[in-house]
């Protein structure tokens, strides 16, 4: 009989802590607000037990709603970026970021599958992270698969 813990099955993030730790980082330009509603227009609400302690309270308002996404969830992380994006666009170099904060961001997104462009915008770098090799390769043909080599 399988009780419920032998079931868990542990999947790897789609976003690395290291990543979401330069992203709170980065939050040290941004308002309280501005944090607030871009999380929760997308569906996220601050994590109520987050034992996270800084000294900025932006830091920590990023770090509750970062601990409600579930990072191995691709609907989760697709949402959770699109907040990324709009709270980049306030924290750019060109907005008085550091730039070496900011280059820490986007290579730690670079080693979890993403491109950060200079004004905010996060693409797939290459094959979308986690799928299997092939599908995102053109069908062959209407109503068609094309299988991977």
């Known amino acids: 009989m399988l009780v419920p813990w032998m079931m868990a099955v542990s999947r790897r993030p789609l976003i690395s802590p290291g990543t979401r730790g330069a992203f709170r980082t980065l939050m040290t330009s941004s308002a309280v607000n501005e944090i607030a509603t871009a999380f ?4 996220f609400a601050p994590y109520p037990d987050s034992s996270y302690q800084d000294s900025s309270v932006r830091r ?4 509750e709603y970062l601990e409600s996404v579930d990072w191995s969830d691709r609907g989760h992380v697709t949402r959770a ?4 994006e709009r709270l980049l666009l306030g924290v750019r170099p060109d907005r008085g970021t550091s730039y070496t904060s900011w280059d820490q961001f986007a290579l730690a997104m670079k080693r979890d599958g993403y491109n950060v ?4 915008q996060i693409d797939p770098a ?3 992270p986690d799928l299997p090799p092939g599908c995102t390769r053109p069908a062959q043909g209407p109503g068609r698969h094309r299988r991977a080599p």
């Open 40 to 43: 929760q227009d997308e569906g």
């Open 60 to 63: 920590v308002t990023t770090q």
């Open 81 to 84: 970026l699109r907040t990324f």
């Open 117 to 120: 462009t200079d004004d905010g």
């Open 126 to 128: 290459g094959k979308v």
